[in-house]
């Protein structure tokens, strides 16, 4: 049986299922209904279980954002103003990442694992020249800065996550590391669905990308609770 405690992360995944279950079944009312409860419900589960800290209130302020870029992105392929909701959407979301990145780096600056290994800093200049050499020549014009940004923006989020290997203990760095990972996946299969359409087909593209955001989000939450501890 549910425990009350984790009420809100039980209808968390109830909207979980059901979004998941809309993009595989392609029903446009289930997903306007579920997926703005993702985050109300992961937000609520973390307010509920954090600490208040400066930590956890980047978190939490990142789960808001999220949750304002999940429902521009509702409307990014609908009406005259499709274009406008897709960079609120990503305007959102980038925010989601800068919060991120400046709790993550709260713990080391950058004078933890990255300054002691710089070497780790390629995997995410390589993401990031890849990511823009795929995308650039089918970006409309007004969508190249935001999205080249974008993707400098999540690359150093991802790094600023690497930096806190052995500053933190290894479980919450882990969940971490898996969740900012997946966040850079779901990203980039968002990118390639959008813009790469005519040459690249990506199977069930609104299944993977949800599967793994949603994923990335749960595990950043529980990395950070893990992190930061439970309060009492």
């Given amino acids: 049986m549910l425990r009350k405690e984790n009420i809100f992360l039980g209808l968390f995944l109830v909207a979980t299922v059901l979004n998941l279950l809309a993009e ?4 446009q009312t289930l997903t306007y209904i579920s997926k ?17 800290n400066r930590y956890t209130n980047l978190i939490l302020t990142g789960l808001f954002f999220a949750f304002l870029g999940d429902v521009f992105l509702l409307f990014k392929n ?3 103003s499709q274009v406008l909701f ?26 933890g694992f ?24 089918d970006l409309p014009a007004a969508f190249r800065l ?10 150093s989020m991802a790094m600023s996550c690497v930096n806190l290997y052995k500053a ?13 990972l997946l966040f850079m996946l779901s990203d980039s299969l968002i990118g390639v669905s959008q813009f790469k359409k005519a040459s690249l087909t990506v199977p069930y593209a609104g299944f993977l990308i949800m599967a793994t955001y949603i994923a990335a989000q749960y595990l950043i939450v529980k990395g ?9």
Wanted: proline share 5%.
């Fill in 24 to 27: 595989l079944t392609y029903n």
């Fill in 36 to 52: 703005p409860l993702l985050m109300i419900f992961l937000g609520l589960h973390f307010l509920t279980h954090r600490k208040k």
């Fill in 78 to 80: 609908q009406g005259d």
């Fill in 86 to 111: 897709f960079l609120l959407g990503l305007g959102s979301f980038l925010i989601t990442q800068l919060c991120y990145c400046w709790a993550f780096l709260g713990y080391a600056n950058w004078n």
């Fill in 114 to 137: 990255v300054k002691k290994q710089p070497w780790v800093i390629l995997p995410f200049i390589l993401f990031l020249i890849g990511n823009t050499y795929l995308l650039w020549g």
């Fill in 146 to 155: 935001p999205v080249f940004i974008y993707s400098l923006v999540i690359a």
């Fill in 168 to 180: 933190i203990l290894i479980r919450p760095f882990q969940y971490l590391l898996v969740g900012v």
């Fill in 224 to 232: 950070s609770l893990e992190l930061e501890g439970k309060k009492k």
